[in-house]
């Protein structure tokens, strides 16, 4: 288009890169592959708008997939199905944190809010640094 925007599918692309399938219920799939993964539909990582509208982000390969934020691991799913938050080796379903010693990583849970003044309303449990199970804030 005159705007710089690419379109497949598409005549009138909005952004950068338009992918567009005209079929109602169609899908519609960006898959990233390379020589370990090899080319075939169930080969390597996919972001995928299904024709029922759902959408899926999807690691064909036995590998884990990590979401990431200010460049570090937030979110990680083994390839065994286990979650870790800021824990990119999960050894249960559910991991949070790496270091039960660690200040801003203790593996605690809070569930609450701040008043946004610096009062915080919350219920807590997690380890503390000497690896005491604590319950309260």
């Given at each position: 288009?005159?705007?710089?925007?690419?379109?497949?599918?598409?005549?009138?692309?909005?952004?950068?890169?338009?992918?567009?399938?005209?079929?109602?219920?169609?899908?519609?799939?960006?898959?990233?592959?390379?020589?370990?993964t090899g080319?075939?539909?169930?080969?390597?990582?996919?972001?995928?708008?299904?024709?029922?509208?759902?959408?899926?982000?999807?690691?064909?390969?036995?590998?884990?997939?990590?979401?990431?934020?200010?460049?570090?691991?937030?979110?990680?799913?083994?390839?065994?199905?286990?979650?870790?938050?800021?824990?990119?080796?999960?050894?249960?379903?559910?991991?949070?944190?790496?270091?039960?010693?660690?200040?801003?990583?203790?593996?605690?849970?809070?569930v609450g809010?701040?008043?946004?003044?610096?009062?915080?309303?919350?219920?807590?449990?997690?380890?503390?640094?000497?690896?005491?199970?604590?319950?309260?804030?």
């Amino acid at each position: 288009a005159n705007s710089g925007n690419v379109g497949i599918g598409t005549n009138n692309p909005t952004s950068l890169l338009h992918l567009h399938n005209a079929n109602a219920s169609g899908e519609v799939k960006i898959t990233l592959s390379d020589g370990n993964t090899g080319t075939g539909s169930t080969d390597g990582f996919s972001i995928i708008k299904n024709g029922d509208d759902s959408c899926r982000i999807w690691n064909y390969e036995n590998t884990s997939l990590t979401l990431g934020t200010n460049n570090l691991d937030r979110l990680t799913i083994s390839s065994n199905g286990n979650v870790g938050i800021a824990n990119t080796n999960p050894i249960a379903t559910l991991s949070i944190g790496t270091g039960l010693s660690s200040v801003n990583n203790d593996g605690s849970i809070s569930v609450g809010k701040s008043d946004g003044i610096g009062n915080n309303r919350k219920f807590k449990f997690g380890y503390d640094s000497s690896y005491n199970f604590i319950l309260g804030d």
